[in-house]
């Protein structure tokens, strides 16, 4: 299992939101690179990263930070919000970025998905955050009739690298990730499903390393990691411990 440190951006800083709620974000750092670079020095393998205005205005809006996150770090990058259409997508990956997260476009243009897994085989992934249930997409702020296994088996032929589900309702307020759930779509499909959502303690930690959750590629941790719920160096140790 992968532990993603999360960075969010919005307006260059970066942020956590809770729920999804651009109105309820917490600056918890003015400079995403030297965050970046935190985590790196704190021994993370990779880095979640969303750009949050991207994700509503459908294009690129924190290139900037994005650029200065890649050049403060060498290890690699999974970046998601706004990227709907093959040219912002290659610009991403040209500049640095060793994964791109498909969220809206997966739903709205799901042959954009396949033709960029085909092109860049290891290098997509599909977002799928579930709103009581279902879908939703624009940042957001919008839910789709789709289910989330719905969706997820909608690539299953694709060569998609990972899906990275998130449960929106616990999204940014420390209750837990929803096993329940992400472990559903793990077994309905077999890309490889990263948790996303909730991840509140050191116990949650625990708990994705038992033998039932072997199924889950990784988590990404936000808030926890920020306000000192979860200490970095013991989840990174029980991690490695776990993979023997």
């Known amino acids: ?25 917490t600056v918890f750092n003015d400079d995403p690179a030297d965050q970046a670079a935190t985590f790196a020095r704190q021994g993370f393998e990779w880095l979640h990263c969303v750009d949050l205005d991207g994700a509503f205005a459908g294009k690129p809006m924190n ?17 998601g919000g706004g990227i709907r259409d093959m040219r912002t997508l290659e610009a991403w990956l040209e500049k640095g970025v060793a994964r791109v997260v498909i969220g809206t476009a997966a739903v709205r243009d799901p042959s954009f998905v396949r033709e960029a897994a085909r092109l860049h085989p290891g290098k997509i992934a599909v977002g799928i955050d579930a709103k009581d249930g279902r879908v939703a997409v624009e940042g957001w702020a919008e839910t789709s009739t789709l289910t989330a296994e719905e969706l997820g088996r909608r690539f299953e032929d694709a060569g998609v690298a ?19 759930m992400t472990l559903a779509l793990a077994e309905a499909v077999s890309i490889p499903v990263i948790a996303s959502g909730g991840l509140a303690s050191i116990e949650d930690v625990a708990r994705l390393l038992q033998p039932d959750c072997a199924a889950l590629a990784g988590a990404i941790s936000g808030r926890a990691l920020y306000d000192g719920r979860i200490d970095p160096t013991q989840a990174l140790a029980m991690i490695r411990e776990a993979r023997g």
């Not at 299992?1 to 974000?25: N, S, T, W, Y």
């Not at 290139?63 to 970046?79: F, K, S």
């Not at 990972?162 to 329940?180: Q, V």
């Open 1 to 25: 299992m992968i532990l993603f440190p999360a960075i969010d951006l919005k307006e260059g800083h970066c942020v956590r939101l809770i729920q999804g709620d651009m109105e309820q974000a």
């Open 63 to 79: 290139g900037a930070a994005v650029d200065r996150i890649l050049a403060a770090i060498d290890i690699p990058v999974q970046l």
């Open 162 to 180: 990972a899906i990275i589900y998130t449960d929106i309702a616990r999204d940014g307020i420390l209750k837990g990730l929803n096993i329940e």
